[in-house]
């Protein structure tokens, strides 16, 4: 698995920004936002607003043949997102660590195998965050343990039930819909 934190890779230094100054403008419990000035490969200057995110963790979990999925309301969208379960890190927490947490957090199962998948970045053009996807196998359930202000459904679909989520835009966030397809590749190929 490749390293996302290495700026390096497969970067041409003549499209290097160069931050000049970096304006704070909010600290939220989650989220932080600055703007920063940066000199563009031009050598002109541009602003560029940028969310500091601490990184979460997602997890495919199988169980049966099936994908345990959270039903959940999102305050940015209005209504209720069905997705696989995930959570911010805490500050200098394991992913995986975290990963095993938030499966127990909010499903009540534990698993008695994990193993990354895919790190990625979910909106590069102003974010820094990085969501650790993990598939979660081998699972036992248990009792359910969200957040005191967290308030969710956990259910068990089919890949079809999935893809039919997806077309109804139920499920429509980036990280389910990259593990619908993963859990896709898996079962047609055995790996992923």
């Not at 601490?54 to 069905?82: F, I, N, S």
């Not at 909106?123 to 967290?150: Q, R, T, V, W």
């Not at 893809?163 to 109804?168: C, G, M, P, R, T």
């Amino acid at each position: 698995m490749s390293d996302l934190g290495n700026k390096e890779r497969h970067s041409s230094t003549s499209l290097v920004e160069t931050t000049v100054s970096t304006e704070q403008i909010f600290e939220g419990k989650i989220i932080s936002l600055q703007v920063d000035t940066v000199t563009l490969p031009d050598g002109k200057q541009a602003t560029r607003e940028v969310v500091r995110h601490p990184g979460a963790v997602a997890v495919l979990a199988l169980h049966e043949d099936k994908m345990l999925v959270v039903d959940q309301y999102r305050q940015p969208l209005g209504r209720c997102e069905v997705e696989i379960p995930a959570g911010k890190l805490e500050r200098g927490e394991d992913p995986l660590e975290a990963a095993k947490r938030e499966l127990q957090e909010e499903t009540g199962y534990t698993c008695g195998t994990i193993r990354k998948l895919q790190s990625f970045y979910t909106s590069p053009g102003f974010a820094d965050e990085i969501i650790h996807l993990y598939l979660a196998e081998d699972l036992k359930s248990g009792n359910m343990k969200p957040d005191e202000d967290e308030f969710l459904e956990m259910s068990e679909i089919t890949l079809e039930e999935a893809y039919q989520l997806i077309k109804e835009e139920r499920i429509s966030d980036a990280k389910t819909i990259l593990a619908v397809y993963a859990w896709n590749m898996y079962k047609l190929t055995g790996e992923i």
